[in-house]
């Protein structure tokens, strides 16, 4: 199995900022890499799909970026709504295994 | 619009069995995996199960094989989750997830549903 190391596991952050959330897996997935949000009490949302396409209605602000075992998300400049758990998930093989979590606040 | 209604969740005594329910509407079913995803309180996500289109193929974690089994119903739109031995650890809310769809993501998911096991 697949093994997902997310970091960091949380971090607080000013509105306006620059945030990047790192994530590494055990073996190469190529860009089968994908991004969620969750709110607290709410079902993950899909951010962020192939490592690097934007899904649909989701802001210009995030970004993502890497291939093979190292990837990362970006808030480029951070707004309020961005309070919440962000979760990055292989999907090279089964079991489609997901990372730790960030849990983002806002200052 | 895609939505995605789960139903079934409730107390079960370790041992016990539940049959968690998933109702879609909003896209063409029958094109699309299928999945059920958990979080416990607290925790992370885990990917259970996962169901072709046609039923054809499924994927299971390691920790509920042999115990729970994911199936669906394309004439009623309909996915299902039969949980049986269940233990405490599986005390979770069980989220109802359309795919693997486009890069094997999981696009849209339903409000969730808790199941909690406990004596």
């Known amino acids: 199995d697949i093994q997902m190391t997310q970091s960091p596991s949380s971090l607080s952050a000013s509105v306006g900022d620059r945030v990047t959330i790192t994530c590494r897996t055990s073996?190469?997935?190529?860009?089968?890499l994908n991004w969620y949000q969750q709110k607290p009490g709410k079902a993950p949302k899909l951010l962020i799909y192939?490592?690097?396409s934007l899904q649909g209605g989701v802001p210009s602000r995030f970004s993502g970026s890497g291939s093979g075992t190292d990837f990362t998300l970006t808030i480029s400049s951070l707004q309020p709504e961005d309070s919440a758990t962000y979760y990055c998930q292989q999907s090279n093989s089964t079991p489609y295994s997901f990372g730790q979590g960030t849990k983002l606040e806002i200052k | 619009e895609v939505q995605l209604v789960e139903s079934g969740g409730g107390l079960v005594q370790p041992g016990g069995s539940l049959r968690l329910s998933c109702a879609a509407s909003g896209f063409t079913f029958g094109s699309y995996w299928m999945s059920w995803v958990r979080q416990a309180p607290g925790k992370g996500l885990e990917c259970v199960a996962n169901?072709?289109?046609?039923?054809?193929?499924?994927y299971y974690v390691d920790s509920v094989k042999g115990r729970f089994t994911i199936s669906r119903d394309n004439a009623k739109n309909s996915l299902y989750l039969q949980m049986n031995s269940l233990r405490a650890e599986d005390t979770a809310v069980y989220y109802c997830?359309?795919?693997?769809?486009?890069?094997?993501?999981?696009?849209?998911w339903g409000q969730g549903t808790m199941v909690s096991v406990s004596s």
């Open positions: 192939a490592a690097s």
């Open positions: 169901i072709k289109q046609d039923g054809s193929e499924e």
């Open positions: 073996q190469s997935i190529s860009s089968y």
């Open positions: 997830a359309r795919g693997p769809a486009r890069a094997n993501a999981f696009d849209f």
